[in-house]
């Protein structure tokens, strides 16, 4: 088997996310472990019969919730908490990530730059590694029982160990490198025994910038792996950008085959070492958006590389984990249909180029070259608003002027209490939306039904005693897609499903002309809200930079462009909103971290755009009116100035299942509101757990401007967790209020 064609990984969730029903299925008790099984056995082997077209196909890029918690759950890395559950493999693996019977889930993070998140490892000083499970071998025997020879995928060892988290102050997990060298060692003898060839090896890592001790322990790493006797021949990738000074550590290793992104950094082309001795895998097909590929400019790069490698092979630039399954799937516009691929449409594209590199073009390149691509839609007056811009648009009045006309207009509490926007998705909502969408009911009968779920919301949270409520957004499907569809210059999918965690997708929407809003995309249900209490109600927007980096953007023009463009139209809505009477409004940014390029050269020009754009939003907002901002699941440190730049009001973080770790050392100098209640795991926050959080969060922020809320929305929660939840919420805020004021 030679490598050839391929992709680094593959969607693991079904075309139709049938591992999405069945996970969520057994969880609630409806199938057993065996059902399950069987339907991801289905999944595996229907992705590998699809991928038999490729020369090499990779292997154990299933998961039932990650990959990082699958490695852990390999060598053992497992935290005693969920060991002392006594439960079987599966169900420790969902005891982590969602946390069960007072054992909390590990910590969720963002994967990288991309929507897709991870389950922080927790390693300490007595981490030992042993290789006690087989899922790489049982997948690898599975595949081969069905005649498929496949490329078991390993996540790297210096990736996993940097993507973890010390359970000791000061303790640097990548000091347990020998240790866990000795399981993939271990590992990688059991492939070879079981006759496997190639072996994939991921270092995503190292498209960041990463200090000398850290590019040394890669420099050991592969020493010691490419040394091993008898061992599987090692493809190692780093995908997500430019390997940097990682590619020439790799090129030094006796490693077989490379993995370079040349999407990402097209720019490595250029500076890549003599490879004399090994396969160049280049990463050529977009694995991370939804346009066909220029398949001449593809073939042109490909065959340029020729010279510098024994031999140069064709791939996705990264895993295609993170597009949809099927283009025809969808019935979309012609001429935005006509610029697509998705996954099966870019495996598709690998193949004829690795043949076109290999023996020339033939009649299958001709077919899928010749295919002409429509230019994207143009809007004269939006690019006329765009260019009208000047700095003064982007700047609001001083926070203590802003803040004194707020608190004179709100006259709330001291540690006031709010949400973060969405109320959980009922069944019965869900009903509606699907009974409107296939005709059953009208859009009239539809809009009662969410004004019902909207009395029902403000009546609960009134009841329940918060201070600033939402209407719990029930006409919408997703906080990205809501406002692509009351956008020009976005299109809609039906099933362009993504994973984001776990059995949470996403459909993201695709950017594909200038944006614009023809019409209020929010105000009638804010003001019916409002309209209900006399408390404040937030009007709840999704940030220009969420909107793009939840998007397939558009990639004929600079990204600060199109999140301009996002801006004016959420500016407009502001205006709107605060005409009608609604005196708070959120925009929330829980993406502002996640689009942070991995190289700390491309950060500044990245943070400026991105802080303008958000800026430019909501700077046409009167003095008196509160601006809120929610970011959640980063790692919020490296751009805390950033956060602070924005100029928001009141801003809403995750803190929850970090107990409070992101306020050490923090000096913020607006509102503030650490999560109290991480509303991603099932379990219910007692009130003395709540007055804990409050309490570490006192020590670092003045009561006038700290703020207690949920994590993020409880959309995915249902209401059994959610109301003792909140109440227990606001219960310790007033025991807090009490101890504070005596």
């Known amino acids: 088997m030679t490598i050839g064609s391929t992709v680094f990984g593959y969607p693991r969730i079904g075309p139709k996310r049938e591992l999405k029903r069945a996970v969520e299925q057994y969880w609630a008790g409806k199938i057993d472990e065996a059902a399950l ?59 982590a990530a969602r946390g069960r019977d007072g054992a909390a889930a590990l910590e969720l993070t963002k994967w ?63 000091t347990l490198l020998d240790r866990l060298l000795e399981a993939y060692v271990e590992l990688l003898g059991r492939l070879r025994v079981e006759g496997v060839e190639w072996v994939q090896i991921d270092e995503p890592a190292f498209a960041a910038d990463r200090t000398p001790a850290e590019l040394n322990a890669l420099r050991r790493t592969y020493r010691t792996l490419s040394g091993l006797p008898g061992r599987p021949k090692l493809l190692v990738t780093g995908y997500y950008g430019d ?58 790069t490909a065959a340029a590389l020729l010279g510098s490698a024994r031999e140069v092979v064709v791939s996705s630039s990264s895993t295609l984990l993170h597009v949809p399954y099927d283009l025809e799937a969808e019935n979309l516009e012609p001429d935005v249909q006509a610029r697509l691929a998705f996954a099966r449409q870019k495996v598709r594209e690998i193949v004829v180029l690795g043949k076109a590199l ?96 909207i009395g029902r919301v403000i009546d609960l949270q009134e009841d329940i005693g918060l201070d600033v409520l939402v209407h719990g957004e029930p006409e919408r499907n997703d906080m990205v897609q809501y406002f692509a569809e009351h956008l ?69 023009q600079p990204l600060a462009d199109t999140a301009n463009q996002v801006a004016l139209a959420l500016r407009d809505e502001i205006r ?9 409004v959120q925009v929330d940014e829980p993406a502002l971290r996640e689009l942070l390029p991995l190289r700390r050269k ?44 924005l100029d928001a009001d009141v801003t809403t973080i995750e803190a929850a299942r970090s107990k409070m770790e992101i306020l050490e050392g923090l000096e913020f100098p607006r509102g503030i509101g650490p999560g109290v209640y991480d509303i991603h795991s099932p379990l219910v926050p007692s009130e003395d757990d709540i007055v804990s959080l ?17 994590d993020c929305g409880l959309k995915t929660r249902g209401y059994a967790e959610v109301e003792p939840a909140l109440r227990n919420l606001v219960a310790a805020t007033r025991r807090m209020r009490a101890h504070l004021g005596g």
């Not at 050529?284 to 066909?292: A, S």
């Not at 690019?383 to 803040?403: D, F, G, Q, T």
């Not at 965690?501 to 409002?530: E, F, L």
Request: aromatic share 8%; net charge negative.
């Open 37 to 95: 099984q069987q339907t991801a056995k289905q999944l595996r082997a229907q992705t590998w019969a699809e991928l038999s077209e490729l020369d090499s196909v990779p292997s154990n890029t299933f998961s039932f919730y990650d990959q990082v918690l699958d490695t852990s759950l390999l060598f053992d890395a497992i935290p005693q908490r969920f060991r002392d559950l006594g439960l079987s493999e599966l169900d420790t693996c969902f005891a």
């Open 112 to 174: 990288f730059d991309t929507n897709y998140h991870y389950l922080v490892p927790e390693l300490g000083p007595d981490t030992e590694f042993r290789l006690t499970g087989d899922k790489p071998i049982a997948e690898y025997r599975e595949a081969l029982e069905l005649g498929i020879t496949t490329r078991p995928v390993l996540l790297g060892p210096v990736t996993y160990l940097l993507l973890a988290k010390s359970t000791v102050p000061g303790f640097e997990p990548v």
């Open 243 to 300: 390997l940097g000074e990682a590619l020439p550590i790799l090129a030094s290793s006796q490693v077989e085959a490379i993995g370079i992104d040349l999407v990402s950094a097209p720019d490595t082309s250029v500076a890549i070492p003599a490879l004399r001795d090994k396969i160049l895998v280049a990463g050529l097909v977009d694995g991370r958006n939804v346009w066909r590929t220029d398949l001449h400019a593809a073939l042109a």
């Open 358 to 453: 290999r023996n020339g073009a033939d009649g299958a390149w001709a077919d899928e070259a010749k295919h002409q691509v429509p230019s994207p839609r143009r809007d004269d007056h939006v690019r006329a608003r765009i260019a009208s811009l000047r700095p003064e648009h982007s700047v609001r009045a001083p926070y203590e002027e802003r803040a004194a006309a707020q608190q004179a207009r709100l006259a709330l509490p001291p540690l006031a209490t709010t949400t973060i926007g969405s109320f959980p998705q009922t069944g019965d909502i869900r009903k509606a939306r699907a009974a409107v969408r296939g005709g059953e009911i009208t859009e009239d009968e539809y809009g009662q039904r969410m004004r019902n779920e």
């Open 488 to 556: 020009e210059g976005f299109a809609s999918t039906e099933f362009a499903w993504v994973q984001s965690y776990g059995s949470r997708c996403v459909r993201p929407p695709i950017i594909h002309g200038d944006v614009s809003r023809p019409k209020p995309m929010t105000v009638p249900w804010s003001t019916y809200a409002q309209s209900l209490t006399s408390k404040p109600v937030k009007g709840m927007l999704t940030g220009p930079v969420t909107i793009l980096a939840w998007s397939f953007v558009r990639d004929d």
């Open 576 to 584: 709107d909103l605060e005409a009608a009477g609604i005196r708070v």
């Open 602 to 645: 491309d950060q500044p020009a990245y943070l400026e755009w991105s802080v303008g754009a958000f800026r430019l939003a909501t700077a046409g907002a009167t003095t008196g009116t509160q601006i809120h901002t929610h970011l959640c699941y980063s790692e919020f440190g490296e751009v805390i100035g950033a956060i602070s730049d």
């Open 694 to 710: 409050i309490t570490e969060a006192v020590r670092a922020v003045p009561g006038e401007r700290l703020w207690i809320n949920p």
